[in-house]
């Protein structure tokens, strides 16, 4: 199993080497791809001295030396690749010991998965990081990932929230995906670069779409996640805006792909209700009658919820936009 980790690297001349060696460190990887995006640290020094001191560690940098994000390091990680597998690596974070020892079972296992997901560990390197992590809503240090295995038909449905599954929790990030690099270029899978946030999540969006993924290690991790002052959601003031910004990446990633009518209404769904300006009202109650005349689930769900909560009318079931338009003129419904 030959491996090649793409690394991102970003003001995180603190990390870089831990993040080398524990990759260096795993039989598998034969080729560590450092792609360093402007950093203003000496990041680039620590690149060029790891670089120099391995064969298999490879540096690049964007023309001129730019800082272009993370989701352009990582496209620009993927196309230097040249082993059967891709995974990717935070500068920040670490590789356990036997990082792909699950996933070789899994791709002997299943002759026709694409990648196979697994669990990291995330850890608390500073009193900031961890206070900002509690502040998000997010809980304690602890394993992410999918609490237990989903059939790879369904994953899509699941981590999108468009057929939410109650007994399976938690979500992906790409430190623990291991991905087949043919698999990756024939479906024109990349990262979103003109996001500044929320890239990883567009991305395992796209892959959950296209690839036939599998389950690996979930009960442990296999990846050490680092959460400090630096992480870039610590210093996001309004994450329902760059929340906003996400779902118009991914309606337009879904209507240029002609993705199915009911995602591509789902995630304006999402959209419209992150914020009330996001949406006016009539476009809000327009995208709730498309969707419930075209998406049967989305249908039935809309029933089952009236049937619940409201009825207008003995056989006549509420839309939720009609339930927020009569609840800002203070209007009750008796139950």
Known sequence: MDVSVVIPVYNAASFISEAVKSALAQSEVKQIILVEDGSSDNSLEVCRALSAESSIVELYRHPHGTNC??????????????????????????????????ERAVFERYPDADGVYSSVVNFFHDSTGEDAWFKRGFKGASLTGLSEPADPESLFNILTGYQPDQTLKG??????????????????????????????????YQCAYYLKLYAGALDRGIVMRRIHSNNAF???????????????????????????????FHFRRRYCSLRPENCQMFVRVLLHLRSYCADPQYRRATKASARNRTILKKGVFSFPIFDEAFALLNLRFKK
């Open 234 to 264: 610590i210093h996001e003031s309004d994450i329902q805006s760059t929340r906003s910004l996400f779902y118009l990446a991914t309606i337009r990633w879904a209507v240029k792909k002609k993705l199915p009518r009911r995602y591509i």
């Open 171 to 204: 979500h992906l990030i790409p430190d623990c995906l291991t991905i087949k690099r043919e698999s990756l270029k024939s479906s024109r899978i990349s990262f979103p670069e003109e996001l500044r946030l929320h890239t990883d999540t567009l991305f395992i």
């Open 69 to 102: 994000g993370e989701g352009a390091s990582r496209n620009l990680g993927i196309e230097k690749a040249r082993h059967t597998y891709i995974t990717f690596l935070d500068a920040d974070d670490f590789m356990l010991p036997g990082r792909f020892e699950a």
